[in-house]
Nanobody
Framework: QVQLVESGGGSVQTGGSLRLSCAAS????????MGWFRQGPGKEREGVAQ???????NYADSVKGRFTISRDNAKNTLYLQMDILKPEDTAMYYC?????????????????WGQGTQVTVSS
């Protein structure tokens, strides 16, 4: 079992930055694939970025070059540095984790979820 708690959301203007954190507790969290997903108003949940236990990461095209995912295994914490934010980045952001080697973008396969943190970008 893994428990996930996100923090760091807030309201910023276009072009601003935020850093989200996800504190993981439980057994062997460092061996999990972990990811960030988001769900905007009236939209489906979508993958933003994922990072495997080998530190290989992947990003949605919409955030490449602006967002950076990282993990600190010593602190059992996942991060998402978000720069050059746009109004279309407004969403609830969720941290998720899954055991094993697979580390894809399909939210349906992730086993553990945090409660979410709201990000609002105003123009």
């Amino acid at each position: 079992q893994v428990q996930l708690v996100e923090s760091g959301g807030g309201s910023v203007q276009t072009g601003g930055s935020l850093r989200l954190s996800c504190a993981a507790s439980g057994n062997s969290a460092s061996t999990y694939c972990m990811g960030w997903f988001r769900q905007g108003p009236g939209k489906e949940r979508e993958g933003v970025a994922q990072i495997g236990r080998d530190d290989i990461s992947n990003y949605a095209d919409s955030v490449k070059g602006r967002f950076t995912i990282s993990r600190d295994n010593a602190k059992n914490t996942l991060y998402l540095q978000m720069d050059i934010l746009k109004p279309e980045d407004t969403a609830m952001y969720y941290c998720a984790a899954i055991r094993g080697l697979w580390c894809g973008t399909d939210a349906r396969y992730y086993e553990y979820w945090g409660q979410g943190t709201q990000v609002t970008v105003s123009s």
